[in-house]
C-alpha cells in the first residue's frame, strides 16, 4: 500500500448558459447583438479554461449554445471553434495543464474537433455505471453536428479510447430488447463534467415518486423519469438506451402497455424477447416547446440475439412480467422558447 497526499485542488467548473434550458426548447437567435454577446462570452470562457479537462468539459455542456449560434451565423461558431484549438494547444503545451489534477477516469474526454463539437461519453465502468456504447433518441437533432432532428445517437468509444457519436437506425430497423436488464427510475444531471445521478426502483414492477420537488434554472423539475435497457441493434451489436427525457419515456411508456400483454402468451416465459420497431413519430406540443416522441411496437418475440448473452444478468426460473411503466408528466418550465 502506498501513501500519498493530494493537496491540489480541482479548478472552479465554468457556468454554461446551456444549463438553463431542457432538451424540448427550441433556442435560436434573433439578434445579431445578442448573438456575438454570447460568443464573445463563450469565447471568454474557453480562454479563462485552467485544465485541459475544463475547457472540454465546458464546450460540450455549452452545446445549445453553440448550435444555437451556428444555426444563427455559422462563422461565429467557426471563432468558438478556433479558439478552442488555440486554448487547448496552449493548455498542452505552454505548462498550465502539467499540474492539474488527473482527470476522473469515469469522463471519457473527447480528444479533438473535426469540424464538429463531439460530447463527452460515460463510462463508468463497473462501478454501477450502465454499459456501452449509448443510444439515445433526440427530438431536436443538431445542426452543429449534423443530426437530424428525431433520430437515434449512438455514442461510445473504440478500443485505442477515441471516442465516437454517430446517427444509426435504431429502432428504425428494429432492435431486440432485453427485458432482463431493464430499470425504471429517475436520473438528476451531476455537476458540470459529472456523470447524472440515477435512483433506480427495484424493479420494474414497483413505480417510485421522484425522489425531490427540486427544480432547474429553467424551471423543470431536476430528477426526469428514466429509463435504461440493453438492446441488439443489429450486425451483432448491443447498446443501452439509457435516457431520462419525456419524449423517450413517454415513448417506452406506452411500449410497455403492449409488452405486459403479450409476455405471458409470447414470450414462452421469459425466454424470448420483443423485437421492437419504429412505426413513426408524434409530436406534442409542450409550454416549453415540441417534443417529437418515437412511436414503438412490438413486431414479433425472438431468440436472445448472441450480443445479449455474454452480458446477460440471471434470469429468473419464473420471472413476473414488468407492468406498464408510470405515465411521465411533461416537464414545466418558467423560461421562454422563445429567442435570445
Known amino acids: 500500500m502506498t501513501f500519498a497526499i493530494a493537496t491540489n485542488t480541482a ?12 432538451e424540448t426548447q427550441d433556442i435560436r437567435f434573433t439578434s445579431w447583438q445578442r448573438a456575438d454577446r454570447m460568443k464573445r462570452q463563450i469565447i471568454e470562457n474557453i480562454e479563462g479554461a485552467e485544465t485541459i ?12 449554445m453553440i448550435d444555437a449560434l451556428f444555426m444563427f451565423d455559422s462563422d461565429m461558431s467557426d471563432e468558438i471553434k478556433e479558439r478552442y ?51 439515445s433518441w433526440t427530438s431536436n437533432g443538431s445542426a452543429m453536428k449534423g443530426f437530424q432532428p428525431k433520430s437515434w445517437v449512438l455514442r461510445g468509444k473504440d478500443d485505442a479510447g477515441d471516442k465516437s457519436e454517430y446517427v444509426i437506425p435504431g429502432f428504425a430497423d428494429g432492435c431486440v430488447m432485453d427485458l432482463d436488464s431493464l430499470q425504471l427510475g429517475w436520473m438528476k444531471d451531476g455537476a458540470t463534467g459529472q456523470a447524472p445521478e440515477k435512483k433506480w426502483n427495484q424493479s420494474p414492477a414497483q413505480a417510485t415518486q421522484r425522489p425531490d420537488e427540486s427544480k432547474k434554472q429553467s ?5 426526469s423519469a428514466a429509463l435504461s435497457v440493453r438492446c441488439a441493434i443489429g450486425g451483432g451489436q448491443a447498446a443501452t438506451w439509457e435516457q431520462a427525457s419525456f419524449g423517450a419515456y413517454d415513448a417506452f411508456s406506452k411500449l410497455s402497455k403492449q409488452i405486459v400483454a403479450e409476455w405471458p402468451e409470447k414470450s414462452q416465459n421469459g425466454r424470448l424477447l420483443p423485437l421492437v420497431v419504429q412505426t413513426g413519430v408524434e409530436t406534442q406540443q409542450l ?19 448472441g450480443c445479449l448473452k455474454d452480458d446477460a444478468p440471471q434470469i429468473a426460473t419464473n420471472p413476473a412480467p414488468a ?10 418550465t418558467g423560461a421562454s422558447a422563445g429567442g435570445f
Do not use: C
Not at 479548478?11 to 431542457?22: H, L, N, T, W, Y
Not at 482527470?103 to 480528444?111: F, G, H, K, L, Y
Not at 424551471?219 to 430528477?223: D, I, R
Open 219 to 223: 424551471g423543470a423539475y431536476a430528477w
Open 323 to 332: 407492468t406498464p411503466a408510470p405515465t411521465p408528466q411533461p416537464e414545466t
Open 11 to 22: 479548478p472552479e467548473a465554468i457556468r454554461a448558459k446551456s444549463a438553463i434550458v431542457d
Open 85 to 135: 484549438g488555440d486554448q487547448k494547444a496552449i493548455l498542452s503545451h505552454g505548462g498550465i495543464d502539467a499540474g492539474a489534477p488527473a482527470p476522473n477516469p469515469a469522463i471519457a474526454q473527447s480528444t479533438k474537433i473535426e469540424g464538429k463539437v463531439k460530447m463527452f461519453a460515460i463510462d463508468t465502468g463497473n462501478d454501477g455505471g450502465s454499459l456501452g456504447p449509448w443510444m
Open 287 to 305: 409550454k416549453s416547446g415540441a417534443s417529437n416522441k418515437p412511436i414503438l411496437t412490438v413486431r414479433e418475440w425472438v431468440e436472445r440475439p
Open 53 to 64: 479537462t475544463q475547457l472540454e468539459e465546458y464546450l460540450i455542456d455549452e452545446d445549445l
